[in-house]
C-alpha cells in the first residue's frame, strides 16, 4: 500500500467518514491467479463464496478471470446468481444446497449443480423438467470427511441414477468432485487413502456409464502441495486472496489491507482503567488513540491484550478488551493525533500485521479472518502492487 493511498484516505475521512477501511488489491488477486495456474499447469476454478472471502465476489472473480481462470465456484445458488446477474458468463458450479432448495433459476441461468445424493438429484431433475433444458450436474462423493457429499454405500446407486436422468435428457453429468480433509498436511497417510476413494468413485461413476469431462478435489493446499490433487480442475480460494499454505512456499501476495482512523487521543495515568470489566489497568501515564473498529467488524474479542496495529511506523498494542465498535491503542510517546490512519492489518510490507499474525493472536487461521471482515467496512477496490 504506498503512502499516496494513506494520504487520500486520510483526507477522505477528514471530510467525514468516519468508518473502518479495507483497501482489495485487485492486482494482487490477479496475479496470485496467475501464479496458482503456473504453479500447477491446471485449469483454475477460482472459489469466490463468502463474498470473495471478504474481498468481494464479483471482484474477486473478474480479477481471476483476468488472471488465467476458466470457471467460478460458490456454495449458493444465490452467489451463482448475482455473478450471473453482473453479466460473468463462464461456468459457475454451486455446490451447497439443500434439496428443497428452488433449483429452477440455476438451471435456467447455466449453473453448474453438486448433487450429493438421490434426494438431490431428484430436485434437480424436477427443476429441469419444469425449466424446459437439461441441468449440468457434479456428482458430489464423500471420500473422508463425512461432510458434504454421497456416502460410500450410497454412491453406486447414485451414480446409476444420473446415467438414467442423463440418458433421459434432463442431466449432463459435467463433473466429480470431492474434498481432501487433510491437506494441510502434505503426503499424510489420510490423504493418500481420500485420493484412493475418489479414484475408487471415480471407476464407479464409469461403470454405472457416466463420461465426466472433469474431476476436481481442490482446495488451495491440495494443489500447491500435492500433484495428485490437481485432477482436472484447481479449485482455489484462498490462494488467490493471498493466504498461503505453509509447506507449499508459494509467492501469493495477501490482498487486503484493513486501516481504521484514530478517533481521538487522550492523556491517560497511570491506576486508570481502560475498557470493559476492570481487565486493563495503567501501569504508567501514556497516550491512548481509539479506533472505530470492533468485534463486530472483524476484530476477534479473543485478542484483547495480544494484538497490535501500525501507527507513525510503530507497533502499537491494543489494550482493554475489544468492544463492539472500538478498540483502545496504547501509543506511549508517538505524536498521533486525531484525523491519522491505523494499518490494523495487511500484507506486512510496511510492518503491520498480517492475517496470519491476526489468526495466530485469535488462535485461529487465516480465512476466519479476511471472511470476518464486517458489512461495516468500507471496501475499495485499487491497482496498488508494492
Known sequence: MSTDVRDRLTVRREAGSSRATALVDVGALRENTRTVARLTGTPVMAVVKADGYGHGALVLARAALAGGASALGVTSIAEALLLRRAGVDVPILSWLNAPTADFRPAVHARVDLAVASLEHLRAVVDASRRAGVPAIVHLHADIGMTRDGAASQAWGRLCHAADEAEVAGHVLVRGLMGHLGSADR?????????????????????????????????????????????????????????????????????????????????????????????????????????????????????????????????????????????????????????????????????????????????????????????????????????
Open 186 to 386: 502434505p503426503g499424510s497417510a489420510a490423504t493418500t487413502a481420500d485420493l484412493d476413494r475418489f479414484e475408487a468413485a471415480t471407476d464407479t461413476a464409469r461403470a454405472a456409464g457416466l463420461r465426466p469431462s472433469t474431476r476436481h478435489l481442490g482446495g488451495t493446499a491440495a494443489v500447491l502441495t500435492d500433484a495428485r490433487a490437481r485432477l482436472d480442475v484447481c479449485r482455489v480460494g484462498a490462494g488467490l486472496v493471498g493466504i498461503v499454505p505453509a509447506a507449499s512456499g508459494a509467492p501469493l501476495r495477501p490482498a487486503v489491507t484493513l486501516l481504521a482512523p484514530v478517533v481521538s487521543v487522550r492523556e491517560a495515568e497511570a491506576g486508570q482503567r481502560v475498557g470493559y470489566g476492570e481487565t486493563h489497568v495503567l501501569d504508567r501515564p501514556t497516550r491512548l488513540a481509539l479506533l472505530p473498529v470492533g468485534y463486530a467488524d472483524g476484530i476477534p474479542r479473543i485478542t484483547t491484550d495480544r494484538a497490535a496495529v501500525l501507527l507513525h511506523g510503530r507497533r502499537c498494542p491494543l489494550i482493554g478488551l475489544v468492544s463492539m465498535d472500538q478498540v483502545v491503542v496504547d501509543v506511549g510517546d508517538l505524536p498521533v493525533r486525531a484525523g491519522e490512519t491505523a494499518i490494523v492489518l495487511g500484507p506486512g510490507t510496511h510492518g503491520e500485521p498480517t492475517a496470519r499474525e491476526w489468526a495466530g493472536w485469535a488462535q485461529t487461521i487465516e480465512h476466519e479472518i479476511v471472511t470476518g471482515l464486517g458489512p461495516r467496512v468500507e471496501r475499495h477496490h485499487t491497482e496498488e502492487t508494492s
